[in-house]
Structures are given as C-alpha cells and as structure tokens.
C-alpha cells in the first residue's frame, strides 16, 4: 500500500505532481482563460458585498492559510486576516454577514476549525471549506466545498494535503478577481499558465532529493535550528520548521528575518544552521542581508532561491534552487525541499517518521 515507498510520508511527497493536477483538473478553464468553480455557490452581487475574509485553521493547514491571506489579497484586493481556530473561536471575532469565512481543514473533522465554522455561522457569515475529505464534517456544514483532491493522506505530517490547499487558494484567489474585476485578463491568464507548469516543476524537484537528504543528515546532527524567509518565504519558514519539530524532533523557529535583529539573533552561534528561504524576487536582496547578519556570526546557511539567482551561492554554505516561477507561486516549490529535509532528518534520527510521538492524524478533541 506504500506503493514500493519506505513511508507513507514519503508517497505522499511523491503524489504532490498529481496532486496539484487532480486539484486543478477540470477547474482550469480550456480556454486557459478563467476559472472554472462551479462548487462555490455564491452570485457574483454576494462575491461583490465581501467586505472582509477569515481564513480559519490549524497546524498546517493553518499555514496553507497564511498564504491563501497574500493570494486572496494580492489577487482580489480584499483584505484577509488568518488566524489558528482555537484563538479565533474564543476571541469574539468580529464576524458579520459581509465576511467570507474561509475554513481549511484536510480531514475536515478538527474540533476547533469545526467550532469556528459553527461560530461564523452562528454570525451570519458564509463559510468556505477548503478541504480534502469528502462527506466530512466540515464539508457537510459549510455553504460552499472546494474539494482537495489531494487522495487520502496517511502520514501524521501533512504534506500533499498543504500543497494541495495552496492550489485551491490559488483558483479561489482567481476566481475571485476575475469576478471582482480587480486584475486584468492577461494577468489573470499568466498565472493559470504559470500553475499548470507547477507539478512538472515540483518532479525536477523531486528528482534532486539525494542532495537535500546530505543536508538533512547534517542538521540530524543538531538540536536547534532556524528558518529566516521574508512575505510569502516566511510564510513557507513556518511550515518547514513545524514539519520538521513534528518528525525529527529537533527544535526549530521560524523567523521573519527582518525581526532577527530584535532579539533572536542573540541565539545565533558558530556552526548553528540556519535554513534561508530567498525566492521571494523584489525581497531577495533585504534577505540577503539578513544571511549576511547570521553567517556573520558563524552560522552554517542553507539557502533556498529561484533559479536565476545564483549569486545565493556566495552569501551562504549550501544552496538549492527551485524552478523559476511567478514570485505568488513559490510556495507550492519552496515547501518541497523543506518536506524532504524533514523526512531525512527524521530518517537519520531513527525516528517513527509516520507516525510521530504524541501526535494524532486527526485533531478531534479541543
Ligand atoms: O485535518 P486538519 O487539516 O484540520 O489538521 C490540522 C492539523 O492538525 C494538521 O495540519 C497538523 O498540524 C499536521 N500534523 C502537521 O503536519
């Protein structure tokens, strides 16, 4: 059942080309025009009327959300705010009938997102499940579904089921400007160009994980790490230090890197590594300054960048490149390398990487 793969965790890394195909699939239009989501059930007079969105979620899905906040915002202009369901549910959120609540949710039956779904609803908000299980809880209560087809994920550590809500954010993020008006056709067009070229470009990166499994093999070796990315990088530093604290059980933090002179570089030592995330175009330059600040003081850098910038090379120990594509999509390539890094330090450390200590596939309790 693992299909010939060590671990389930790993399949599923490897299912993320046909993940992110079978999650566009009939949405993009043929026209390569527009999308296409027929399953969101809104006129566009109520798609005009949203005022606000919240983008409701744990763990990593909640991670999947904070970049669905810069997709929906970039794309829609609307404003968004993403926050973990068991903050929100008990903050008294200010929730009225011109807010789209936006739920995301793999299994679709974590108590706390499920509770802040029932929350909105209760404020006359409609609610929007991004989520992967059909006939799930959240599925079933939820005005509109955008389905992940990301097939079942067994692994505790998300993997395909995350990149797979990055592409449902994605066409959501489309569709919505397209109704809105707020981007013009051509753009619009450029990025389902772009998306379509995404599982291909995630199998070149797959094909390179002999030299993430050398770097996971050192940081194996240590107790604490970093990860520094800026905008969307950080966004995708969040979820690559939650993979790997769950399955290697090393510690790590995800640092906006500008905030690193604000108190944590105090933590930086000789050989500590640090994993920087530089894909982000018009930010790489202000982040390479902030390689500049750690390796000044002695740390060992990993860094991750876009194909083309490989003066990265210079500033850091050890550098790996994802295929170039638009600054928006990143993370959907950045996160794959992060995923492989975690399995194999997970792997070196002898650890039960499918199914790590203390944790559960699904979060039914609050
Ligand atoms: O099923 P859900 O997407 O609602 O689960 C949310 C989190 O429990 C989940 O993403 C968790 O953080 C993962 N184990 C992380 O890999």
């Known amino acids: ?17 046909k ?8 949405r993009l239009d043929p026209s390569g025009k527009k999308v296409v989501l027929n399953e969101v059930g809104m006129t566009p007079q109520q798609i005009k009327a949203i005022r606000h969105v919240h983008i409701v979620a744990c763990g990593t899905a909640y991670h999947a959300g904070l970049v669905g906040k810069s997709v929906i915002e970039k794309l829609a202009r609307i404003p968004v705010e993403t926050d ?27 108590a706390d997102t499920l509770a802040a779904l029932r929350e909105a609803k209760r404020c006359g ?3 929007l ?28 550590a998300s993997t395909k089921a995350y990149t797979s809500q990055l592409i449902a954010f994605y066409l959501l993020g489309l569709y919505l400007a397209q109704t809105l008006g707020s981007q013009d ?26 030299a993430i499994k050398n770097v996971a093999e050192q940081i194996a070796t240590h107790d604490n790490l970093f990860f520094i990315g800026r905008g969307l990088d950080y966004a995708v530093a969040l979820e690559g230090s939650l993979k790997l604290k769950e399955i290697s059980y090393i510690h790590s933090e995800a640092y906006a890197a500008g905030e690193l002179k604000h108190g944590t570089l105090a933590l930086i030592e000789e050989g500590i590594p640090v994993i920087a995330l530089a894909t982000q175009e018009d930010l790489f330059e202000k982040t390479v300054s902030n390689i500049k600040e750690v390796t000044a003081r002695g740390a060992h850098v990993f860094g991750i960048h876009s194909e083309g910038h490989y003066e990265l090379a210079k500033a850091v120990d050890e550098v790996f490149a994802i295929p170039a594509t638009l600054p928006l999509l990143t993370p959907a390539l950045s996160v ?8 194999y330090a997970s792997l070196a450390r002898g650890n039960d990487v ?8 699904s979060v039914t309790v609050e």
């Open 336 to 343: 794959v390398p992060l995923q492989l890094l975690s399995y």
């Open 185 to 210: 056709d051509a753009y619009i067009a450029e990025v389902i160009a772009e998306l379509k070229e995404l599982p291909e470009k995630v199998e070149r990166i797959l094909a390179q994980s002999e």
């Open 84 to 110: 973990v369901a068991s903050e929100y549910r008990y903050r008294a959120p200010i929730i009225t009938p011109e807010t789209l609540v936006i739920v995301v949710s793999q299994s679709g039956e974590t």
């Open 129 to 156: 499940a991004i989520t992967n299980v059909v006939g799930s809880s959240v599925a079933r209560e939820a005005d509109d579904v955008i389905t992940t087809w990301a097939g079942p994920e067994i692994a505790v």
């Open 1 to 17: 059942e693992k299909a010939g793969y060590d671990h389930f965790m790993l399949k599923e890394i490897h299912e993320q080309p």
């Open 19 to 26: 993940a992110y195909r079978d999650t566009m699939g009939s």
């Open 354 to 361: 499918d199914k790590p200590r203390n944790l559960a596939k």
């Open 125 to 127: 908000a409609r609610v």
